[in-house]
């Protein structure tokens, strides 16, 4: 093997072992505090919840405060509220009430962007949702 050849056989090896970074396979862009229309409808959204939907593309937003809890007490105060078309709806098990085909997107606010936009009742964040009906 010529030196030629071996400076393209590691070239190859470089690039072929090289990771996409952060990009997804789905080709849809990603936002660590949005969730897209696009996004949603690219996960299967038959028979699942938005609860579903975020602990698969958003898992963080289920965390108590960026601390991952041993055990999820789903209503307590730790836990980002939920916000529905613009009315609180309860903590993050309230995502469990909701079909994930109703969805047409969510934005997620952490505890200071919260604080500014829904007062003291967003000290542990906020996970807004919009259903596909309010967009009308």
Same mark, same amino acid.
């Given at each position: 093997m010529s030196v030629k050849d071996l400076y393209l056989l /590691? +070239? %190859?090896? =470089?690039? *072929?072992c090289a990771t996409p970074g952060t990009s997804?396979? #789905? *080709? %849809?862009? &990603?936002s660590g505090s949005a969730l897209t229309v696009q996004e +949603? /409808?690219?996960?299967?959204?038959e028979g699942r919840t938005a609860y579903d939907v975020v602990s698969r593309l958003r898992p963080t937003w289920l965390r108590a405060r960026g601390v991952e809890p041993r055990?999820?007490? #789903? $209503?307590s105060s730790e836990y980002a509220l939920v916000v529905v078309d *613009?009315?609180?709806?309860? &903590? =993050?098990? /309230?995502? &469990? $009430? +909701?079909q994930a085909y109703q969805l047409s997107d969510m934005r997620y606010y952490d505890p200071s962007e919260a604080g500014a936009k829904f007062a003291e009742r967003g000290a542990s964040g906020v996970i807004e949702v919009r259903l596909?009906? #309010? &967009?009308?």
């Open positions: /590691a +070239i %190859v090896a =470089i690039v *072929g997804n396979t #789905s *080709g %849809v862009p &990603r +949603i /409808a690219a996960f299967n959204t055990v999820m007490a #789903s $209503d *613009g009315h609180p709806l309860g &903590r =993050i098990g /309230a995502l &469990r $009430d +909701i596909k009906s #309010s &967009r009308q």
